[in-house]
C-alpha cells in the first residue's frame, strides 16, 4: 500500500447535539419566519405604486424564497438520510444471504480466512461470529 494513502472514512459520523437542534428547531423556526414576513411585506405593499413599493414586493418574495430554500434543504436531509438507511439495511440482508449460502457452499477453509481477512480489512469494526 503507498504510505501517503489513506482510507476513507465509510462511516458517517453521528450528528452532535447542536446539529440536531439546528434541524429540529432552528431550520423549521427560520422557515416560518421568513414565509411569514414575506407574506406580511407581499400583503402590506398589495397595490404598488411606485418603485420603492416594487421592491417591498421583491423583498417579500425574496423572504419567501429563502423559507422554501431552508425547507427544501430539510426535507432533503431528511429524504437522503431515510433511503441512506434504507439501503443498509438491504445490503446487509443481502450480505447475510450471501454469508448463509457460503457457510453451505464446499469453500476451502484458507478462502474463507482469506474473505475474512479482507472484510476485517474493509471494516475494521467488525466482530467475527
Not at 423556526?29 to 397595490?47: E, F
Not at 440482508?93 to 482469506?114: M, Q, T, Y
Amino acid at each position: 500500500m503507498n504510505e501517503g494513502y489513506r482510507k476513507p472514512n465509510i462511516y458517517p459520523e453521528k450528528e452532535t447535539r447542536p446539529q440536531r437542534m439546528f434541524f429540529a428547531v432552528f431550520l423549521p423556526l427560520g422557515v416560518v419566519v421568513n414565509v411569514a414576513l414575506g407574506l406580511v411585506i407581499i400583503i402590506n405593499a398589495l397595490n404598488p405604486q411606485g418603485w420603492a413599493e416594487w421592491l417591498q414586493v421583491v423583498t417579500g418574495a425574496f423572504c419567501c424564497v429563502v423559507g422554501g430554500w431552508l425547507a427544501a434543504a430539510a426535507w432533503s436531509k431528511s429524504y437522503w438520510n431515510r433511503n441512506m438507511a434504507r439501503q443498509v439495511a438491504m445490503w446487509r440482508r443481502i450480505a447475510d444471504a450471501f454469508f448463509v449460502w457460503l457457510e453451505n457452499a464446499p469453500v476451502p477453509a484458507e478462502s474463507l480466512h482469506g474473505l475474512k481477512s479482507s472484510l476485517d480489512e474493509v471494516v475494521p469494526n467488525s466482530k467475527s461470529h
